[in-house]
């Protein structure tokens, strides 16, 4: 009986350029240029998202249902660092439409006719994001910054604070507690670690 998730085979078959250990992919996920996707250790990826494009996740990531993630090329690109995390139905782009008028905004155009605005997204170490949240082309989103539900991320956010609104502003500071926490999961990883190599006696 198949899973909700992928086993490690079908994911070797989608063909990703890199993926680690306990990668949890949803079968409800639509997946488009896997060649540029890296996925590392512990990840998850939830129903109905859609990944496409320049896409680096790190190590204990979770994306939510429904969220969409526009990498576009190698000129722009997103990356999530360790310990992130997006809520549903949020979306990033990397590249986007230049609304101004004085071009086109379709894909259906030649590129002459055309201006894309391109820039990585970056989500740095214990980054977190609300859901139904938009982060367009360019931003950094700093170390353990949290973004509130229903935001508009259009310039780049400060480490270990918390935004929101649309566009989002500065609320309050964010406990940075969670670097202890940190320093305290790895010390417990390595535990599992020597345990593991304990071999029962016989």
Known sequence: MKT???TDEELKEIGFKSYGKNVLISRKTSIYGANNISI???????D????S????????IH????????GGGSESGIVFEDYTGLSSRS????ETDDYSGLVFTNPMLPNKFRKTIKGQVLLKKHAIVGT????LPGVIIGEGAGVGAMSLVAKSLDDWKIYAGVPCKEIKERSKQLLDLEKEFEIYREQEKQDCKILPST
């Open 53 to 60: 494009g320049n896409i680096t996740l790190g190590n204990y």
């Open 4 to 6: 909700s998730f992928y």
């Open 48 to 51: 109905f998202c859609i990944l």
């Open 40 to 46: 590392g250790n512990n990840v998850r990826i939830d």
């Open 132 to 135: 139904g949240t938009t982060i």
């Open 63 to 70: 994306i939510a249902s429904a969220c969409l993630l526009f």
């Open 91 to 94: 979306v990033i782009y990397s």
